[in-house]
């Protein structure tokens, strides 16, 4: 016998009430996981190892196009270090289902600029010198089975080719893995100058380019440069860091997070009076035990830590069960969810959150029962009546 | 078995105010009140309700404090002590036996009876050891394993006077012991009260409404009787003295 055994078999007197409490506690940490690793996807690929590139695209919609000559024009701006471009091709496999991210980008510069995509050399270099070829990432690779060196027809839904159609051919000339994040692998990449060529209009126009800023520049003065350079022209740009940029694309996303936030908050709050709930009427029923346990000797401390306990205990447990069936839940998810939302994993981070919430609700539903063992009377609880 | 000087005075109650406040009312329960009872003593106190037996027994026990006046224990005044203080003494020093048992439902007998010990040093074993011989002390071994609610009222006080007895306190504070039981169980009891006083030298204050008490009890201190003694007394030194 001890505190522990006292804790365990208190926490089991009613058995059903129990339950339905956990039960509580654990949905409620089921959705604050579910929401985690959501939340772990919308973020995920916002930051960017290098917070030295910028975006500048046109300043009315990203649909609008920029001149290519604005290439020369952005790289002769003092504390710019170079400047690459990417137009949007929105490809598809076969299947308008089958949708793809395919970009169009300077052969010469891109994977210079972007180091986190990593390849074997050779790939890239056969990559640059095949008009043709495609970069492809390795998630598309494995989706599809292609190969170095395979055909592959894509179609636009937006760019129609110089021969009257809008499926292009291509060659797999390499495969890429992303060094940062797995999410990540599932771009295509081709050459602009062939793009550029072959496309039916538009020509001479990039969506958007990617200046690099040399370390000592002033990120912030650079951008306002480039924006003033082009301010008064009909091709106005804006310019932000790569992580700004990214992180407004998905705003959308996270203000709904926030709104399932907002939920999950009112969930908790709703759980704290449950369980705070829960613990009152628990030590109400054995006040008379209570005062029974301080006649011999325990003292009020004692008793407080074993309410604690018996609240951490019933939190802790439903909260581990949340967390589980959120993991398993989130693992069968992430699989049917892959090409619209990759990346939904619950993080050591969120963990920890956990812990902490757990310890936290812990000492909030254990407050007022601690309170009442504090003033209990021993003579007044056990009966004494002058 | 503890080797007891009747000469010495185990508890001392001297001049003893206790009043409560009962809504705009201030209610005096004792009012200059004095006992004294020696080592070894079995002591019933009896009386009609109100006259504050209870309280007396409470604060014997250190569960409730006096207005005024000295509450001393085996010469320790317990009254000036601060609450954990007090935990830690009435633990070491007092055991409790009240009306209602009270005994925790989620635990065995043995569990129960075992309870107090969680503040002594003593290992699990030991412990397990001590309540093992407190049950047998009551008769109560064979239902070690038996949830409160497996037993018998009387069984049940048993398991009660063995968790009193279980960290061999010298005194043993008893409040109505036997207010639940039928009469063949009181007398078991009464019996097993005065046999601890007997075999094993416990000095005894129960407050009783039963008057066949009297038969077990070394004393017994018939309350409305005693307060009169008491004001009579009171009256004498104060004419003596004029």
Redesign the interface.
């Known amino acids: 016998m001890n505190i522990f055994q006292l804790v365990w078999r208190n926490s089991f007197r009613k058995k059903t009430r129990f339950s339905l409490t956990c039960l509580s506690v654990m949905i409620a940490f089921f959705l604050f996981s579910i929401l985690a690793g959501i939340n772990h996807a919308l973020t995920s690929n916002v930051s960017s190892n290098n917070q030295y590139r910028l975006l500048t695209s046109h300043k009315i919609s990203l649909a609008r196009s920029l001149p290519l000559n604005y290439q020369q024009k952005i790289s002769a701006i003092a504390g710019v270090d170079s400047v690459s471009y990417a137009s949007w091709f929105g490809g598809f496999f076969k299947d308008e289902t089958n949708q793809l991210a395919v970009l169009a980008v300077d052969h010469q510069s891109y994977f210079e600029m972007f180091d986190e995509y990593s390849m074997p050399k050779w790939q890239l270099e056969q990559w640059k010198n095949t008009r043709t070829g495609l970069v492809v990432g390795q998630a598309i690779a494995n989706k599809y089975g292609w190969k170095v060196g395979d055909k592959v027809p894509l179609s636009s839904s937006i760019w129609m080719n110089r021969e009257g159609v809008f499926t292009w051919q291509f060659t797999v000339s390499a495969i890429y893995q992303n060094a940062t994040s797995a999410s990540d692998e599932k771009q295509i990449f081709f050459q602009h100058a062939y793009f550029d060529k072959s496309r039916a209009y538009g020509r001479n126009m990039v969506s958007w380019l990617t200046p690099k800023v040399a370390e000592q520049a002033d990120v912030d003065k650079v951008s306002q440069q480039i924006d003033k350079l082009f301010a008064n022209s009909t091709g106005a740009t804006r310019t932000t860091t790569e992580q700004v940029f990214i992180k407004e694309r998905v705003q959308q996303f996270v203000d709904m997070a926030m709104v399932i936030k907002l939920v999950v908050i009112a969930v908790f709050f709703t759980l704290l009076l449950i369980v705070c709930n829960t613990m009152m009427q628990s030590n109400r029923e054995r006040l008379n035990e209570s005062a029974m346990m301080k006649a011999l000797g325990f003292s009020s401390r004692f008793l407080i830590t074993q309410v604690y306990l018996e609240s951490f205990f019933m939190l802790a447990l439903g909260a581990l069960f949340g967390c589980i069936s959120a993991q398993l839940c989130l693992a069968y998810v992430s699989h049917l969810f892959a090409d619209f939302l990759p990346g939904m994993a619950i993080d050591n981070v969120h963990y920890l959150n956990v812990i902490s919430l757990v310890f936290l609700a812990a000492t909030l539903c254990s407050f007022l029962p601690a309170l009442t063992l504090k003033r209990l009377t021993i003579s007044n609880t056990l009966g004494a009546k002058a | 078995m503890q080797t007891n000087n009747p000469n010495k005075i185990a508890i001392q109650l001297k001049k003893i105010n206790k009043s ?1 406040q009962k809504g705009s009312n201030n ?1 005096v ?1 004792h009012d200059n009140f004095n006992l004294s009872i020696a080592e070894g003593e079995f002591v019933a106190l009896m009386g009609p309700s ?3 037996k ?2 007396l ?2 604060l014997i ?1 250190g ?2 404090l006096p207005t005024s006046g000295h509450v001393i224990i085996d010469d320790q005044r317990i009254d000036t002590l601060s ?2 203080k007090l ?6 020093n007092i055991g ?1 036996v ?3 048992h ?1 005994l ?4 065995t007998a043995q ?1 129960n009876v ?3 010990l ?2 002594t040093p003593l290992d ?1 074993k030991q ?1 397990k050891q001590h309540a093992s011989l407190a049950l047998r002390l009551v008769g109560m071994e064979e239902r070690a394993n038996h949830l409160p609610k497996e037993l018998s009222g009387g069984q049940e006080q048993r398991v009660a006077i063995a ?1 009193a007895i279980v960290s061999d306190p010298k005194i043993i504070l008893c ?1 109505e012991p036997t207010g639940n039981l039928d009469r063949k169980t009181a007398d078991e009891i009464l019996t097993l009260l005065a046999a601890l006083n007997k075999d094993y030298g416990k000095t005894i204050v129960m407050v009783t409404h039963d008057l066949r008490a009297s038969e077990y009890a070394s004393r017994v201190i018939n309350l409305e009787q005693h307060i009169e003694e008491g004001k009579q007394s009171q009256l004498s030194a104060v004419e003596v003295n004029s």
């Open positions: 409560y209610v329960v109100g006259l504050g209870s309280t027994l409470h026990g569960l409730d609450e954990g935990s830690i003494w009435r633990a070491e409790f009240f009306q209602s009270h925790l439902p989620v635990l569990g075992e309870l107090p969680l503040l699990s412990r968790r409040d």
